[in-house]
Nanobody, 119 residues
Framework: QVDMVESGGGLVQAGGSLRLSCAASGSIFRINAMGWYRQAPGKLQRELVAVVTSDNKTNYADSVKGRFIVSRDEKTVFLQMSSLKPEDTAVYYC??????????????WGQGTQVTVSS
């Protein structure tokens, strides 16, 4: 069993910054990748925001390039968000791809944290 606990969401004015954190705990053999998704109001799908792999390669959605930075410290993933825009308003979820000792890979999600950017 793996738990993913998020923190750091909130309300911020446009142009402001927020930092999200997500810590993984439990039965973890190896973390292959950690990242962030978001689900905007009225949208059914979660979209990829940013991901960092086990060898520290990163990938970003075009809409956040140059404004967001994803990083990782062992079992915690961070998302530093700057120059926030109202369209960044969403529930942000962290996700991890974690392998067990047999080599099977499972995905785990955080509970979600609300980010609201006012204009």
């Amino acid at each position: 069993q793996v738990d993913m606990v998020e923190s750091g969401g909130g309300l911020v004015q446009a142009g402001g910054s927020l930092r999200l954190s997500c810590a993984a705990s439990g039965s973890i053999f190896r973390i292959n990748a950690m990242g962030w998704y978001r689900q905007a109001p009225g949208k059914l799908q979660r979209e990829l925001v940013a991901v960092v792999t086990s060898d520290n390669k990163t990938n970003y959605a075009d809409s956040v390039k140059g404004r967001f930075i994803v990083s990782r410290d062992e079992k915690t993933v961070f998302l530093q968000m700057s120059s926030l825009k109202p369209e960044d308003t969403a529930v942000y979820y962290c996700k991890s791809l974690i392998a067990d000792s047999r080599g099977y890979v499972f995905q785990y999600w955080g509970q979600g944290t609300q980010v609201t950017v006012s204009s």
